[in-house]
């Protein structure tokens, strides 16, 4: 039995990557329409799972709450797409109207124009509860917030890697989480004795751990060696500290949704994939580590930037 289930449990992984692999590197409609089955997947299903805790709410509260967050969420998508000129190809023809369109939706404006909208749009969360006649009104803000902040943003940031640094890039970091929850499990399995939060996850071990960690350094390192251009924008040392940051929040990010379902006393979250469970189950350690991708990148930006003036001034 433990055999059928650990092998439904590979085929499964090995569609997914397939299905993930082809979308981000096709093109940008295929990774939009992929994200946007993710985003609204996983809000829907953070809405079922999350219901005994909120069923004590009103029913507005419960099903405008949920219907309110998803249109927000991707009110704040579309947003993001429009701001990088993914819908430009809609705008054909040789009227004037349509010149206008295709110069508008083909102009690509910084990620920082989008921040501008972010902030207002959740603060009408709060706005929606006054209609709400929720008997705990922050407790569904709470939910709400928690979403937005634990679904929508990691997607979202997940397009500012792919329009800003490449598909490659957002495919590579990816995979360095896949990497590291894969070889965490099979260095557990050969090596693992010590128990690491026994509360939330009795099967993790230290070593099993420790063992992607070190595996994921690894595989971040040989990025640089792929005869892919885009992947060389970032030095091995850099691959290596960004491969650190994402092993260490993987982790963490898979603790977390235990931590969630263990709150909701449920075993999964959903019936995404055979073996795997629902969204959260498959995304959470994504949903936490592309934030610390973003930061890292970011960083390694600025120490590069502050480098070159160095060296010009010098």
């Known amino acids: 039995m433990k055999l059928k289930n650990f092998v439904i449990r590979v085929l499964s992984a090995i569609v997914f990557v397939a299905v993930m692999a082809s979308c981000i590197l ?21 809405y079922q799972i999350t219901f005994n805790k909120r069923n004590h709410l009103s029913p507005y509260a419960l099903k405008g709450s949920r219907n309110f967050v998803i249109v927000v969420s991707v009110l704040i998508f579309l947003i993001s797409l429009l701001t990088n000129g993914v819908f430009k190809e809609v705008a054909l023809g040789d009227s004037l109207f349509a010149k206008l369109l295709h110069n508008l939706l083909s102009r690509k404006f910084p990620f920082a124009d989008l921040a501008v909208f972010v902030p207002p749009l959740v603060f009408v969360i709060f706005f929606h509860e006054l209609f709400s006649k929720a008997e705990e009104p922050f407790t569904n803000i709470g939910w709400n917030i928690i979403a937005i902040f634990y679904i929508t943003i990691p997607i979202i940031l997940s397009l500012y890697i792919y329009f800003e640094h490449g598909r490659w890039i957002l495919f590579a970091i990816i995979g360095l989480v896949w990497i590291n929850d ?57 691959w290596v500290t960004i491969a650190f940051f994402m092993s260490v929040a993987a982790i963490f990010g898979d603790l977390v949704e235990s931590l969630l379902k263990r709150s909701l006393q449920i075993k999964d979250t959903g019936k995404l994939l055979p073996g795997h469970g629902g969204f959260l189950d498959r995304f959470d350690a994504f949903f936490v580590a592309i934030p610390f991708a973003v930061m890292v990148i970011w960083i390694i930006q600025q120490v590069s930037y502050l480098q070159t003036l160095i060296e010009y001034l010098g």
């Open 182 to 238: 894969a070889m965490a499990y099979i260095s557990g399995l050969l090596f693992g004795k010590k128990k690491m939060f026994t509360r939330l996850s009795p099967s993790k071990t230290i070593e099993g751990m420790i063992g992607g960690v070190v595996l994921t350094l690894l595989a971040g390192y040989l990025f640089t060696k792929l005869p892919i251009s885009e992947l060389k924008i970032f030095s091995p040392l850099q």
């Open 26 to 46: 096709w093109n940008g409609i295929s990774f939009s329409l992929l994200f946007l089955l993710i985003l609204l997947g996983s809000l829907y299903e953070f």
